[in-house]
């Protein structure tokens, strides 16, 4: 339908475009393009006259698509939104206005494939139609009863909504019921504070929208958000509800292995206990085995050789109970052996506290454990070694290991592979042993460099996972029944920017599976995780997207008539949110899906396309922009930015007034995990000198707003190298940067700097044909 | 005062305790986090055989007497550097110069550093006597605290610079210094070592 396009253009004149840019002769160049029925110039669009205006041809019929080259699409993005008309912006300000020369030749350059790009961008994409979602539940259902699940119970129900809490034994309160006093969590954070768990208990009971189910497991998960099909099993009775979304909130366990606590006597030597253990004996006024305590050592081991899993939970608890013997008998000798003290949050009042009371802390390391107990330490503070005698008990802080799986269960039968990280997109997908796929081209990317690479990444052996025991929620997705995990096995979430999403969609996660934490963090995190329940619940209502794209009511459409089954964008979706059918063939599950387009950049035959952004979309905005004649030695350079982080870093480049490369053009891609090679080798062929792509940091300590779309970028542009020689190019004309929001300074020196690279490779050969 | 208590094995907090209860400033070395800053700030650390942080966790050792037979004690000049520093508000010279006088009444004081001890008492001799310190008074004590032939020769030693001293007004010939009504002191003296005494 082609015929029916009318793209209306609105050139900005405001912010310094119009002194910049000789908006005549821009008129000139775009009015006259295909398919541009309109052409108009406006001193301040975003005024409300100049809305007006727009709004006005819109509502004629005189224009369907509008493209507004003025500022950046992050910005009046609720200004620039037209019923009936999808928009696209050309930016002229930041990256033109702001960042180049007035009235030069090249500025000028710049403006007008902007507007091309834009032009271009406005033919090929259309308003996206939501998909026809039904929420057939609004309950929430808690995995875990102990004082995150208790609370996140409670939290929901004061939402109002209905909540499932199922609980693995056979009662409520978890590790928290064991606790003796807690650490305080409000001003002045100093005094300890009575376990509240007996009343949050009975609130939990008392609630009427609360069920809570006692021994019971979830057996079997399917579904998306808002019709998550839920098999509970009591004790061997299947039961199956319907849920909107889930909460997990497992908690943690002691380590599996506690052979490094050893070294200390835990468990070898007598009277000496662990910090969980050690509870108990607060709770019965220092008495241990008929014996009061007076003088006691606690020890909160080193990081480095005993505790994979702990973190400063381990110090302050240490501190806690310090404080504690104290009250109890202040002429008790307490020690408190450290390596380093972490009083993380306001626990430093609470060290303080532990030191006016008389607790002696003592940066030493333990060099061994004898009966009596006695320790050999290494005193770092008075640089000897000395023998701590005499002691009544000696307490061990020990780690948490997060129940990101159930240790009661026996491993998972396939998927396993999942659980702590992604196929290696490199490998080939083999289905019944074959490789998958029949497309030539599949198979020579699947070849690769011909190294033998396992089908997974080296630090995830589906023989032997870093998590024993089975899935927690036994997830029905193709990408196996775990929710992913991070390092030392706790729940991948982003700790800084999206803590309670998992890398599920509709499930979330709080607690000590997430991260070490005490109790009254445990609480916070709750709550938070179920706003995010609740959240999802209610986009999904509307058919949007939840975290991050919030709101966008696009989704990936497939183009099965030519799909060939390679499963690559089932394997690679960094969120499980496609499925196969029976025959195969990819079946997306829109509510799990978080619109990045990972699979659009995975898929070999570009089937998989948005109606707002598509490889056919993005291959026109290549083509839009003019080559400059070979003779003018003018490089064209192809950026695609990532507009989560390196667009808004070039934006603040604009911002701050920096100059940006004039031989760069820019393309703000959702994700680079949707960025597909064809790009690449097309802008190359289209004459461009060389391909930057600009995105998040990846690996461990990743940024990306998607998890591991740039990683996936990454690995896929390892082997464009080959198609690079293929075309008789240099591998150095394509190059990937990882920048964060705050790069402004940097993002246009490594522009620079790649210009200045392209500059000594020479123009593209290809340029003019 | 409760007599000072020997710690009967390492770490042991009852010599730690006692210094809480009975030195001036004692109540707050519990505060100290070993952090550093006064021995980082101290002029005359190098001197020192141990340094203010040290010598404080050693009486959490119940190091005794390592603690009071350390030099830092009288290594201390007074500078007051450490106790403005403390990020944690301790009194370090305060607790520093009353370990010292622990340590003289103890008797581990002459057996270290016996030049900075014998000076404090040749100092507090003066003091006491007369309300002033005389110069002369202050250093002839001083020199004849190591023994009579030994202070003849401390003395000799110190002639010339006297005697120029004297030549440039810097030191007068006569009667010591002394102040109005001595026995009004000795008095304060004297009901200041009862209130001691007493505790």
Same mark, same amino acid.
């Not at chain 1, 928290?176 to 376990?195: E, V």
């Not at chain 1, 990081?303 to 110090?315: C, K, L, W």
């Not at chain 1, 025959?583 to 070999?604: H, I, V």
């Given at each position: 339908?082609?015929?029916?396009?009318?793209?209306?253009?609105?050139?900005?004149?405001?912010?310094?475009?119009?002194?910049?840019?000789?908006?005549?002769?821009?008129?000139?160049?775009?009015?006259?393009?295909?398919?541009?029925?309109?052409?108009?110039?406006?001193?301040?669009?975003?005024?409300?006259?100049?809305?007006?205006?727009?709004?006005?041809?819109?509502?004629?019929?005189?224009?369907?698509?509008?493209?507004?080259?003025?500022?950046?699409?992050?910005?009046?993005?609720?200004?620039?939104?037209?019923?009936?008309?999808?928009?696209?912006?050309?930016?002229?300000?930041?990256?033109?206005?702001?960042?180049?020369?007035?009235?030069?030749?090249?500025?000028?350059?710049?403006?007008?494939?902007?507007?091309?790009?834009?032009?271009?961008?406005?033919?090929?994409?259309?308003?996206?139609?939501?998909?026809?979602?039904?929420?057939?539940?609004?309950?929430?259902?808690?995995?875990?009863?102990?004082?995150?699940?208790?609370?996140?119970?409670?939290?929901?129900?004061?939402?109002?909504?209905?909540?499932?809490?199922?609980?693995?034994?056979?009662?409520?309160?978890?590790?928290?019921?064991?606790?003796?006093?807690?650490?305080?969590?409000?001003?002045?954070?100093?005094?300890?504070?009575?376990?509240?768990?007996?009343?949050?208990?009975?609130?939990?009971?008392?609630?009427?929208?609360?069920?809570?189910?006692?021994?019971?497991?979830?057996?079997?998960?399917?579904?998306?958000?808002?019709?998550?099909?839920?098999?509970?099993?009591?004790?061997?009775?299947?039961?199956?509800?319907?849920?909107?979304?889930?909460?997990?909130?497992?908690?943690?366990?002691?380590?599996?292995?506690?052979?490094?606590?050893?070294?200390?006597?835990?468990?070898?030597?007598?009277?000496?206990?662990?910090?969980?253990?050690?509870?108990?004996?607060?709770?019965?006024?220092?008495?241990?085995?008929?014996?009061?305590?007076?003088?006691?050592?606690?020890?909160?081991?080193?990081?480095?050789?005993?505790?994979?899993?702990?973190?400063?939970?381990?110090?302050?608890?240490?501190?806690?109970?310090?404080?504690?013997?104290?009250?109890?008998?202040?002429?008790?000798?307490?020690?408190?052996?450290?390596?380093?003290?972490?009083?993380?949050?306001?626990?430093?009042?609470?060290?303080?506290?532990?030191?006016?009371?008389?607790?002696?802390?003592?940066?030493?390391?333990?060099?061994?454990?004898?009966?009596?107990?006695?320790?050999?330490?290494?005193?770092?503070?008075?640089?000897?070694?000395?023998?701590?005698?005499?002691?009544?008990?000696?307490?061990?802080?020990?780690?948490?290991?997060?129940?990101?799986?159930?240790?009661?269960?026996?491993?998972?039968?396939?998927?396993?592979?999942?659980?702590?990280?992604?196929?290696?997109?490199?490998?080939?997908?083999?289905?019944?042993?074959?490789?998958?796929?029949?497309?030539?081209?599949?198979?020579?990317?699947?070849?690769?460099?011909?190294?033998?690479?396992?089908?997974?990444?080296?630090?995830?052996?589906?023989?032997?996972?870093?998590?024993?025991?089975?899935?927690?929620?036994?997830?029905?997705?193709?990408?196996?029944?775990?929710?992913?995990?991070?390092?030392?096995?706790?729940?991948?979430?982003?700790?800084?920017?999206?803590?309670?999403?998992?890398?599920?969609?509709?499930?979330?996660?709080?607690?000590?599976?997430?991260?070490?934490?005490?109790?009254?963090?445990?609480?916070?995190?709750?709550?938070?995780?179920?706003?995010?329940?609740?959240?999802?619940?209610?986009?999904?209502?509307?058919?949007?997207?939840?975290?991050?794209?919030?709101?966008?009511?696009?989704?990936?459409?497939?183009?099965?008539?030519?799909?060939?089954?390679?499963?690559?964008?089932?394997?690679?979706?960094?969120?499980?949110?496609?499925?196969?059918?029976?025959?195969?063939?990819?079946?997306?599950?829109?509510?799990?899906?978080?619109?990045?387009?990972?699979?659009?950049?995975?898929?070999?035959?570009?089937?998989?396309?948005?109606?707002?952004?598509?490889?056919?979309?993005?291959?026109?905005?290549?083509?839009?922009?003019?080559?400059?004649?070979?003779?003018?030695?003018?490089?064209?350079?192809?950026?695609?930015?990532?507009?989560?982080?390196?667009?808004?870093?070039?934006?603040?480049?604009?911002?701050?007034?920096?100059?940006?490369?004039?031989?760069?053009?820019?393309?703000?891609?959702?994700?680079?995990?949707?960025?597909?090679?064809?790009?690449?080798?097309?802008?190359?062929?289209?004459?461009?000198?060389?391909?930057?792509?600009?995105?998040?940091?990846?690996?461990?300590?990743?940024?990306?707003?998607?998890?591991?779309?740039?990683?996936i970028a990454k690995e896929r542009i390892g082997k464009v190298e080959e198609t690079l020689r293929n075309l008789m190019l240099e591998p150095e004309r394509v190059s990937f940067e990882e920048v964060s929001i705050a790069d402004s300074k940097r993002v246009v020196e490594l522009l620079d700097q790649f210009g200045e690279q392209i500059k000594g490779i020479g123009l593209n050969p290809f340029k003019g044909f | 005062m409760t007599a000072v208590p020997t710690p009967s094995r390492t770490y042991d907090l009852s010599f730690a305790r006692w210094v809480r209860e009975n030195v001036e400033g004692g109540d707050k070395l519990n505060m100290c986090m070993q952090c550093g800053m006064c021995s980082g700030s101290c002029p005359n650390g190098q001197e020192m055989d141990n340094g203010p942080r040290k010598l404080f966790m050693m009486v959490r050792a119940g190091l005794k007497d390592e603690v009071l037979s350390s030099s830092t004690l009288w290594e201390c000049t007074s500078c007051y550097r450490c106790y403005v520093r403390c990020p944690r508000g301790i009194p370090v010279t305060t607790i520093v110069q009353h370990l010292a006088a622990?340590?003289?009444?103890?008797?581990?004081?002459?057996?270290?550093?016996?030049?900075?001890? &014998?000076?404090?008492?040749?100092?507090?001799?003066?003091?006491?006597? &007369?309300?002033?310190?005389?110069?002369?008074?202050?250093?002839?004590?001083?020199?004849?605290?190591?023994? &009579?032939?030994?202070?003849?020769?401390?003395?000799?030693?110190?002639?010339?610079?006297?005697?120029?001293?004297?030549?440039?007004?810097?030191?007068?010939?006569?009667?010591?210094?002394?102040?109005?009504?001595?026995?009004?002191?000795?008095?304060?003296?004297?009901?200041?070592?009862?209130?001691?005494?007493?505790?």
């Amino acid at each position: 339908m082609s015929d029916d396009i009318k793209i209306g253009i609105y050139l900005c004149e405001g912010c310094g475009i119009a002194e910049a840019v000789n908006m005549d002769e821009l008129e000139q160049a775009v009015a006259n393009q295909y398919q541009v029925a309109k052409c108009q110039r406006h001193a301040a669009f975003c005024s409300d006259e100049g809305r007006a205006v727009i709004e006005k041809d819109v509502k004629d019929g005189e224009v369907n698509r509008v493209l507004v080259a003025a500022c950046s699409h992050r910005v009046m993005t609720d200004r620039f939104n037209f019923d009936g008309a999808a928009t696209v912006r050309a930016n002229l300000r930041e990256q033109v206005a702001w960042t180049q020369p007035p009235q030069d030749e090249d500025t000028q350059a710049f403006a007008k494939d902007n507007v091309l790009m834009g032009i271009a961008q406005a033919r090929t994409c259309d308003l996206p139609e939501p998909h026809e979602n039904v929420v057939k539940s609004e309950k929430i259902l808690v995995v875990g009863g102990g004082i995150s699940g208790l609370t996140a119970a409670l939290e929901a129900a004061r939402a109002g909504h209905e909540v499932t809490l199922v609980e693995k034994t056979d009662q409520l309160g978890g590790w928290t019921r064991k606790w003796s006093k807690l650490i305080p969590s409000r001003p002045p954070y100093r005094g300890l504070i009575d376990n509240p768990i007996e009343d949050i208990i009975k609130a939990v009971e008392e609630n009427d929208k609360i069920t809570v189910m006692l021994n019971t497991l979830v057996s079997k998960t399917s579904g998306e958000p808002g019709e998550f099909s839920v098999t509970l099993s009591q004790g061997g009775n299947e039961t199956e509800d319907v849920f909107g979304s889930i909460v997990v909130a497992t908690g943690w366990r002691m380590p599996d292995d506690m052979t490094p606590y050893e070294k200390y006597g835990l468990g070898k030597i007598g009277n000496v206990i662990s910090g969980v253990d050690f509870e108990e004996v607060l709770k019965n006024g220092l008495e241990h085995e008929g014996k009061k305590l007076n003088t006691i050592a606690i020890i909160i081991p080193c990081e480095s050789e005993a505790m994979p899993y702990t973190s400063g939970v381990a110090d302050r608890i240490a501190i806690k109970q310090a404080i504690q013997v104290m009250d109890a008998d202040p002429s008790a000798m307490v020690y408190v052996l450290h390596d380093n003290l972490r009083a993380h949050g306001q626990a430093e009042e609470l060290y303080r506290e532990a030191q006016e009371k008389g607790v002696v802390f003592m940066k030493a390391m333990v060099k061994s454990a004898s009966e009596g107990p006695e320790l050999v330490i290494d005193d770092l503070l008075l640089g000897r070694e000395a023998t701590l005698t005499g002691l009544d008990a000696v307490v061990v802080q020990t780690g948490m290991m997060p129940n990101s799986t159930n240790p009661d269960l026996p491993m998972a039968e396939k998927g396993n592979e999942f659980l702590c990280d992604d196929v290696n997109p490199r490998v080939p997908i083999t289905i019944n042993g074959q490789p998958a796929g029949d497309g030539d081209e599949v198979k020579a990317e699947a070849a690769g460099d011909g190294e033998e690479a396992s089908a997974v990444t080296p630090d995830c052996d589906p023989e032997n996972p870093p998590l024993p025991g089975g899935p927690i929620l036994n997830l029905q997705y193709r990408q196996g029944p775990h929710i992913p995990i991070l390092y030392n096995g706790f729940i991948d979430s982003h700790y800084i920017c999206f803590p309670y999403e998992t890398r599920r969609t509709g499930i979330y996660v709080c607690g000590a599976v997430r991260k070490p934490m005490t109790t009254a963090e445990a609480k916070e995190d709750a709550a938070g995780a179920v706003l995010k329940a609740k959240q999802a619940i209610n986009l999904v209502k509307e058919s949007r997207a939840t975290h991050p794209r919030v709101g966008d009511l696009s989704y990936p459409h497939f183009g099965l008539d030519i799909c060939t089954k390679c499963r690559r964008c089932t394997v690679e979706c960094p969120f499980g949110a496609i499925d196969e059918n029976e025959e195969g063939y990819p079946k997306l599950n829109p509510s799990r899906c978080r619109r990045c387009g990972t699979c659009m950049g995975a898929c070999p035959v570009r089937t998989i396309s948005f109606k707002n952004y598509s490889p056919n979309m993005v291959a026109e905005m290549i083509e839009a922009v003019e080559q400059p004649d070979p003779f003018d030695e003018k490089p064209r350079i192809m950026v695609f930015a990532c507009e989560n982080d390196a667009y808004p870093a070039l934006d603040m480049a604009g911002i701050n007034r920096r100059e940006i490369n004039k031989y760069m053009r820019f393309i703000p891609v959702r994700c680079l995990g949707s960025v597909t090679l064809m790009w690449v080798s097309h802008a190359l062929e289209k004459g461009y000198d060389g391909v930057m792509l600009m995105g998040c940091k990846s690996g461990d300590d990743y940024q990306c707003h998607f998890v591991k779309g740039s990683a996936i970028a990454k690995e896929r542009i390892g082997k464009v190298e080959e198609t690079l020689r293929n075309l008789m190019l240099e591998p150095e004309r394509v190059s990937f940067e990882e920048v964060s929001i705050a790069d402004s300074k940097r993002v246009v020196e490594l522009l620079d700097q790649f210009g200045e690279q392209i500059k000594g490779i020479g123009l593209n050969p290809f340029k003019g044909f | 005062m409760t007599a000072v208590p020997t710690p009967s094995r390492t770490y042991d907090l009852s010599f730690a305790r006692w210094v809480r209860e009975n030195v001036e400033g004692g109540d707050k070395l519990n505060m100290c986090m070993q952090c550093g800053m006064c021995s980082g700030s101290c002029p005359n650390g190098q001197e020192m055989d141990n340094g203010p942080r040290k010598l404080f966790m050693m009486v959490r050792a119940g190091l005794k007497d390592e603690v009071l037979s350390s030099s830092t004690l009288w290594e201390c000049t007074s500078c007051y550097r450490c106790y403005v520093r403390c990020p944690r508000g301790i009194p370090v010279t305060t607790i520093v110069q009353h370990l010292a006088a622990l340590a003289a009444k103890e008797g581990y004081a002459p057996k270290n550093k016996v030049e900075n001890y &014998f000076f404090s008492k040749a100092f507090w001799w003066s003091a006491e006597s &007369f309300g002033k310190t005389d110069e002369r008074l202050v250093t002839m004590k001083y020199f004849f605290s190591f023994g &009579f032939g030994e202070g003849i020769r401390k003395a000799l030693d110190n002639l010339k610079i006297a005697l120029g001293m004297i030549k440039a007004g810097r030191m007068h010939i006569g009667l010591p210094h002394t102040i109005k009504n001595k026995s009004q002191l000795k008095a304060m003296i004297a009901k200041a070592k009862e209130l001691e005494q007493k505790g």
